[in-house]
Structures are given as structure tokens and as C-alpha cells.
């Protein structure tokens, strides 16, 4: 730069002189410089710069074609510096044109991709979470079948047992079970001798060895007694090991039970009341005819017992007949859909029961369970002494709260003796 100052500076001096020299109307060749008082004694004259410039003219003349190459030379490299630059403009203004469009649009659809792989890993992330989820539901699940195969497994290696447990002993009635070896109450197959085939029943098995077939069974009012012919006549209700339950054995059952031996039996009819007192009637002979006579009961005489001989009727106080007409001793069997009974109505059906009706009865076990055991009138469906009755212990409006009618062969009873009978009856309270 310091050069190029220089090279102007000269330029600038050796213009004035060449102007000066222009202006000038000299020969130096031709004319002789002539002092002028116009420049001073002391400094240059005319003639003397005329004699400087011709002796320096040459040097100075080669040295301005040096300088204007110098200088066309520079000019041609700026110039060549300014086109550069020119084309690093336009250049930069078509790469900041373009950008926008397309680099701005490629980075933009760069982004959408972008979003797009993140909400997709996103819904991926979130299904792999749910399938895991799911994984582990059916691991647990899968486990707790594993489980239970075991468990059953094991089970399945165990005995099968009946939830209900049945003796194995059987007979032809419970003494014959007890005979037998059965020591204990519960449930035990019998086959009466003309039974088609053996049944279930509940054998009452006590401390001197007899064996009670139980017929029928209240104890707390779970079982409706209100039921047809039918039902009668096959059983129904429950048997239950422990005697927890309420049934009536079957018609069926009890006249094959009763018929079959030339050793008669004995009924006998156990209560308590619902102030817990227990009594007890025995009835010598007892037997139920075939269906054909519509199960008749029939016994030979009242063989004891603390309750009275309700079974032979009861003096109501109202009529003369009324013992007469509410005796059971050969009475067939009446349900509410069959009228065996003495009476123009239907005893059953007014009283809802199925029992050995006369006109109509002063013992009546299969009646209305009623709690508490007082009832009325108002509490009945016909206005008819329907409950749980004994007449010659209770009234007939007091319906008793636990019965049991079972039936024994009478040498069993005159074995032991009535006294160790009464005894027997003593534990049921006990039960
Ligand atoms: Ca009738």
C-alpha cells in the first residue's frame, strides 16, 4: 500500500511538471535558458529546471511506462477481484434464495419424519407395554392353572368319598343292621324281604344294640309336609347321617319295612314341645297295608308311653262321636290330592298334610310346622286344627316342635325291657 501511495504521489508531482512543461514555450535543443529575475538568485531559474528536466526526462519517462503497466497490471487484478466477489454474491444470494425452498422444505419434511418415527415408537412403546401386560396376566394365569391341575391332581390321587357318609353294613331293617355289626347312627342300605331293591334310611343304633328304622323326622319346620299322593308314597325330604334333617321315609318303604317278617313291630312315636318336655307312645303290631288299601294303618294295641294313646281319638269335649271320628287305627291314607278319609270334606286337603284321616284326626305328626307352637284359628288356611298335634298331651292349637316315628321288632322291646325303652327316648333331647 505504502508503494502504491508512493506511485500515486509521483504520478501526481510528474503531471504538475509535465503541465508546466506544456505551458512552457521552450526548446530545450533549440534555446539557450535565460536567467529570470522572477525565480530569485538563490533559488533554481527557469533555464535551471529546463536543464534538470532534460537531463531526468528520460529516466522519468521509462519509469511512467513502468508505473502505468504497474498500474494496468493492478487495475486488471482488481478488476479480477471485483468479478470474484461479484460471483460470491450472487452466488450467496441464490444459495439464500434457495434455501427456503428446498433445504428449509428438506429439513421441515426431515422433522415431519421425525415426529412421525417418535409418535410411532410411542405407539409401538405403548403396545409392547400393553402385550407385556398382557404376558404377564396369562403367566399368572397359566400359574394359577397349574395350580389347580396339582390340587386336583392330588385330589384325584385320594379315594373317592362320598361328601355323605354312608355305612356299609345292610339288612333287612335297622335291627338286622345292628345284628350285624352296625354300632352306629347313621345312614345304612336296607332291603326289606320283598323290596324290589335295598334303600336308604336313617338307623337309630343305641348303647343296648337296638336298631331303630326311622319313618319320619321334625325337628325344625326346613322340610313343607304339604305334599301329594306321590311324594308320600316315594319319600321325601332329607336323610342325613347325624339326623339334622326332616323327612318322611315313604308309604312305599314303610308298609315293606312293616310287612315283612311274622315278628311284629313296634312304632314308636317320640316329641318334645317348645318348653323341651320329651314323651313317647308305643303302638304294638304296626302296619301299613299295600298302596292298593291306600296304605292302612293298622295296630294291634296302645303298648305304652308317657304321651297317650292319641291314635285311638280324643274327646274334644264337643261331640259324643268325636273320639270315635278322630281315631287312626285302620285308616287309609289321605293326601291333599287323594280323599281316603270318614269325612264329606277332604281332611288333607284342608289341612295341607298327608296322614292316616278319619273325621279328621286327634294325632296329626305330618301337620303345619308351627314356631313357637301356639297357633289359631286365624293362623291356619281353612280355620282347621292344622299343626303338629297330640291331642292327649297338647291341645290341638299347639303344634308341637320336634317329632320322630320309628319302628322296631317287638322282641327287641320286650328284651330290653319297657323301663330301658323309656331310657332310650330320655336321649333324644340329647341329640
Ligand atoms: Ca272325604
Given at each position: 500500500m505504502a508503494s502504491l501511495t508512493h506511485v500515486v504521489a509521483s504520478i501526481l508531482l510528474l503531471s504538475t511538471l509535465t503541465s508546466a512543461q506544456m505551458r512552457g514555450d521552450y526548446s530545450p535543443s533549440q534555446d539557450v535558458c535565460k536567467q529570470s529575475d522572477e525565480f530569485g538568485t538563490y533559488c533554481p531559474t527557469t533555464c535551471g529546471v529546463a536543464d534538470y528536466l532534460q537531463r531526468y526526462k528520460p529516466d522519468m519517462d521509462r519509469q511512467l511506462d513502468e508505473m502505468e503497466h504497474d498500474l494496468e497490471e493492478m487495475a486488471n487484478l482488481t478488476r479480477g477481484a471485483h468479478d470474484k466477489v461479484v460471483y460470491l454474491k450472487d452466488s450467496e444470494t441464490q444459495a439464500q434464495k434457495q434455501a427456503p425452498d428446498v433445504y428449509i422444505k428438506k429439513s421441515s419434511s426431515m422433522l415431519d419424519d421425525v415426529l412421525r418415527f417418535e409418535k410411532s415408537i410411542l405407539a409401538q412403546e405403548d403396545q409392547i407395554y400393553q402385550l407385556q401386560s398382557m404376558l404377564q396376566a396369562n403367566e399368572k394365569r397359566i400359574t394359577d392353572l397349574k395350580q389347580m391341575s396339582l390340587q386336583l391332581d392330588q385330589l384325584c390321587k385320594e379315594p373317592c368319598k362320598d361328601t355323605v357318609e354312608i355305612q356299609t353294613v345292610t339288612g333287612k331293617d335297622c335291627q338286622d343292621v345292628a345284628n350285624k355289626g352296625g354300632k352306629v347312627s347313621g345312614l345304612y342300605y336296607v332291603k326289606p324281604a320283598r323290596a324290589p331293591e335295598a334303600f336308604l334310611v336313617y338307623c337309630e343304633i343305641d348303647s343296648f344294640g337296638r336298631g331303630w328304622t326311622v319313618l319320619q323326622r321334625r325337628r325344625d319346620?326346613?322340610?313343607?309336609?304339604?305334599?301329594k299322593w306321590i311324594q308320600y308314597k316315594e319319600g321325601f325330604g332329607y336323610l342325613s347321617p347325624d339326623d339334622r334333617t326332616e323327612f318322611w321315609l315313604g308309604n312305599e318303604k314303610i308298609h315293606l319295612l312293616s310287612v315283612q317278617s311274622n315278628v311284629p313291630y313296634v312304632l314308636r312315636i317320640e316329641m318334645v314341645d317348645w318348653e323341651g318336655n320329651k314323651k313317647y307312645a308305643d303302638y304294638h303290631t304296626f302296619k301299613l297295608g299295600p298302596e292298593v288299601d291306600a296304605y292302612r294303618l293298622t295296630y294291634a294295641y296302645y303298648f305304652g308311653g308317657d304321651a297317650g294313646d292319641a291314635f285311638d281319638g280324643y274327646?274334644?269335649?264337643?261331640?259324643?262321636s268325636d273320639k270315635f271320628y278322630t281315631s287312626h287305627n285302620g285308616m287309609q291314607f289321605s293326601t291333599p290330592d287323594k280323599d281316603n278319609d270318614k269325612f264329606g270334606e277332604h281332611c288333607a286337603l284342608q289341612e295341607g298334610s298327608g296322614w292316616w284321616m278319619n273325621r279328621c284326626h286327634a294325632a296329626h305328626l305330618n301337620g303345619k310346622y308351627f314356631q313357637g307352637g301356639k297357633y289359631t284359628e286365624k293362623d291356619t288356611e281353612h280355620g282347621y286344627d292344622n299343626g303338629i298335634i297330640w291331642a292327649t298331651w297338647h291341645s290341638r292349637w299347639y303344634s308341637l316342635k320336634e317329632t320322630t316315628m320309628k319302628i322296631i321288632p317287638m322282641n327287641r322291646i320286650t328284651a330290653g325291657g319297657q323301663e330301658s325303652g323309656a331310657k332310650q327316648f330320655g336321649g333324644l333331647g340329647d341329640i
Amino acid at each position: 500500500m505504502a508503494s502504491l501511495t508512493h506511485v500515486v504521489a509521483s504520478i501526481l508531482l510528474l503531471s504538475t511538471l509535465t503541465s508546466a512543461q506544456m505551458r512552457g514555450d521552450y526548446s530545450p535543443s533549440q534555446d539557450v535558458c535565460k536567467q529570470s529575475d522572477e525565480f530569485g538568485t538563490y533559488c533554481p531559474t527557469t533555464c535551471g529546471v529546463a536543464d534538470y528536466l532534460q537531463r531526468y526526462k528520460p529516466d522519468m519517462d521509462r519509469q511512467l511506462d513502468e508505473m502505468e503497466h504497474d498500474l494496468e497490471e493492478m487495475a486488471n487484478l482488481t478488476r479480477g477481484a471485483h468479478d470474484k466477489v461479484v460471483y460470491l454474491k450472487d452466488s450467496e444470494t441464490q444459495a439464500q434464495k434457495q434455501a427456503p425452498d428446498v433445504y428449509i422444505k428438506k429439513s421441515s419434511s426431515m422433522l415431519d419424519d421425525v415426529l412421525r418415527f417418535e409418535k410411532s415408537i410411542l405407539a409401538q412403546e405403548d403396545q409392547i407395554y400393553q402385550l407385556q401386560s398382557m404376558l404377564q396376566a396369562n403367566e399368572k394365569r397359566i400359574t394359577d392353572l397349574k395350580q389347580m391341575s396339582l390340587q386336583l391332581d392330588q385330589l384325584c390321587k385320594e379315594p373317592c368319598k362320598d361328601t355323605v357318609e354312608i355305612q356299609t353294613v345292610t339288612g333287612k331293617d335297622c335291627q338286622d343292621v345292628a345284628n350285624k355289626g352296625g354300632k352306629v347312627s347313621g345312614l345304612y342300605y336296607v332291603k326289606p324281604a320283598r323290596a324290589p331293591e335295598a334303600f336308604l334310611v336313617y338307623c337309630e343304633i343305641d348303647s343296648f344294640g337296638r336298631g331303630w328304622t326311622v319313618l319320619q323326622r321334625r325337628r325344625d319346620g326346613s322340610v313343607d309336609f304339604n305334599k301329594k299322593w306321590i311324594q308320600y308314597k316315594e319319600g321325601f325330604g332329607y336323610l342325613s347321617p347325624d339326623d339334622r334333617t326332616e323327612f318322611w321315609l315313604g308309604n312305599e318303604k314303610i308298609h315293606l319295612l312293616s310287612v315283612q317278617s311274622n315278628v311284629p313291630y313296634v312304632l314308636r312315636i317320640e316329641m318334645v314341645d317348645w318348653e323341651g318336655n320329651k314323651k313317647y307312645a308305643d303302638y304294638h303290631t304296626f302296619k301299613l297295608g299295600p298302596e292298593v288299601d291306600a296304605y292302612r294303618l293298622t295296630y294291634a294295641y296302645y303298648f305304652g308311653g308317657d304321651a297317650g294313646d292319641a291314635f285311638d281319638g280324643y274327646d274334644f269335649g264337643e261331640d259324643p262321636s268325636d273320639k270315635f271320628y278322630t281315631s287312626h287305627n285302620g285308616m287309609q291314607f289321605s293326601t291333599p290330592d287323594k280323599d281316603n278319609d270318614k269325612f264329606g270334606e277332604h281332611c288333607a286337603l284342608q289341612e295341607g298334610s298327608g296322614w292316616w284321616m278319619n273325621r279328621c284326626h286327634a294325632a296329626h305328626l305330618n301337620g303345619k310346622y308351627f314356631q313357637g307352637g301356639k297357633y289359631t284359628e286365624k293362623d291356619t288356611e281353612h280355620g282347621y286344627d292344622n299343626g303338629i298335634i297330640w291331642a292327649t298331651w297338647h291341645s290341638r292349637w299347639y303344634s308341637l316342635k320336634e317329632t320322630t316315628m320309628k319302628i322296631i321288632p317287638m322282641n327287641r322291646i320286650t328284651a330290653g325291657g319297657q323301663e330301658s325303652g323309656a331310657k332310650q327316648f330320655g336321649g333324644l333331647g340329647d341329640i
